[in-house]
């Protein structure tokens, strides 16, 4: 198995210490996830890294229409997004061998 035949899947991945300095990994990651594995969904791979597809919490200041919304109208959702995850941030990655996350693990990286 490679990162390749990981996309669309759910990988674990230990991230080096550099990528913890990351400030957009900051704002998309917990910290105490980044301290050891964070499960991630690989959208796709380029020679620059992996893009991850993720969940986060957003504010839309504007409606469908491309109005602004007063401060009052605003509200939250969880909006999905693809961040990359460059190789030097990755020390290690395994895929799980069947489709459950928690199963034994195969070594990517």
Same mark, same amino acid.
């Given at each position: 198995?490679?990162?390749?035949?990981? /996309?669309?899947?759910?990988?674990? /991945?230990?991230?080096? !210490? *550099?990528?913890?300095? #990351?400030?957009?990994?900051?704002?998309?990651?917990?910290?105490?996830?980044?301290?050891?594995? =964070?499960? *991630?969904?690989?959208?796709? /791979? !380029?020679?620059?890294?992996?893009?991850?597809?993720?969940? =986060?919490?957003?504010?839309? #200041?504007?409606?469908? !229409?491309?109005?602004?919304?007063?401060?009052?109208?605003?509200?939250?959702?969880?909006?999905?997004?693809?961040?990359? =995850?460059?190789?030097?941030?990755?020390?290690?990655?395994?895929?799980?061998?069947? #489709? #459950?996350?928690?199963?034994?693990?195969?070594?990517?990286?």
């Amino acid at each position: 198995m490679s990162f390749r035949d990981s /996309i669309g899947k759910n990988v674990r /991945i230990a991230l080096a !210490d *550099v990528a913890k300095e #990351d400030k957009v990994l900051q704002l998309i990651l917990a910290p105490k996830t980044m301290e050891k594995f =964070i499960i *991630v969904k690989i959208d796709s /791979i !380029d020679e620059m890294g992996i893009w991850i597809e993720h969940e =986060i919490e957003a504010e839309l #200041d504007e409606d469908e !229409d491309g109005e602004k919304l007063l401060q009052t109208q605003r509200e939250k959702k969880f909006v999905r997004s693809k961040f990359l =995850i460059k190789w030097h941030y990755i020390e290690g990655a395994y895929a799980p061998l069947d #489709d #459950d996350v928690n199963s034994k693990m195969k070594f990517l990286r």
